[in-house]
């Protein structure tokens, strides 16, 4: 099957997406956080609910700016890393639906590791919250898979206050979301001719030369029009 070089191009935009279809199921049925507080007593989970329904998570693609509304979810990249390097940087050939050859594509396989911070003004409210992020997230792993982010795991953790990064009174916890994803290009638009002339691909009839050096294993190759012994 030829790689999908554009099933997820920008992979942080999905865990925002994410967050923001989970975000509006509960709103649209807050019985929901029966089941994710399970353990929070009735009267607790009647504040929970009316908290959540007029105060929703705002959600904002990297660290919160001054001013920033409180609950918060600050989606940030915490490592982007190549996993595999293919053979060839992966080349394949590129086929359109009737099987034709289009071009080539390249691409390697990475890790990556979203950070969700989950910000609010008080630590039962933060705790709450980060709950739900992690039901959601976690809901969410066949829909990740879905989209070409695979072999999603999560972790999480408190952070101390620290005055030079976080204001007084307010709370934060981590949810790590790391995730497999293929990168991708191909060789048929302008930025890859920025860089390669015609002459570093095939040739127009298939042929292309091959540089070998033989490290004295016995091995023999063909020149020319040789045949096979």
């Not at 029966?34 to 904002?60: G, Q, R």
């Not at 060789?187 to 040739?203: M, S």
């Amino acid at each position: 099957m030829t790689r999908q070089i554009d099933v997820n191009t920008m992979p942080e935009r999905t865990v925002i997406e994410a967050l923001q279809t989970g975000i509006a199921a509960i709103l649209a049925d807050t019985s929901i956080l029966d089941t994710i507080l399970s353990t929070v007593d009735a009267d607790e989970l009647v504040k929970v609910k009316a908290f959540f329904a007029d105060h929703p998570p705002a959600i904002t693609l990297g660290y919160p700016r001054h001013g920033a509304s409180l609950p918060l979810y600050a989606v940030t990249l915490g490592s982007d890393n190549v996993q595999a390097d293919y053979i060839g940087i992966g080349e394949e050939a590129a086929l359109d639906a009737d099987n034709a050859v289009t071009g080539n594509l390249f691409g390697r396989r990475l890790t990556a590791s979203f950070v969700v911070y989950i910000y609010a003004d008080h630590p039962d409210v933060c705790a709450w919250y980060y709950r739900v992020a992690r039901r959601i997230l976690g809901v969410a792993t066949r829909w990740f898979i879905d989209r070409g982010l695979t072999e999603p795991t999560l972790s999480g953790a408190e952070l101390a206050p620290d005055p030079r990064y976080i204001p007084e009174n307010v709370f934060v916890r981590r949810l790590t979301l790391t995730v497999e994803y293929e990168e991708g290009w191909d060789d048929t638009d302008t930025l890859f001719a920025a860089f390669y002339t015609a002459e570093d691909r095939l040739t127009a009839d298939g042929e292309v030369d091959i540089t070998h050096e033989d490290a004295a294993g016995g091995v023999q190759p063909l020149v020319d029009d040789e045949e096979w012994p």
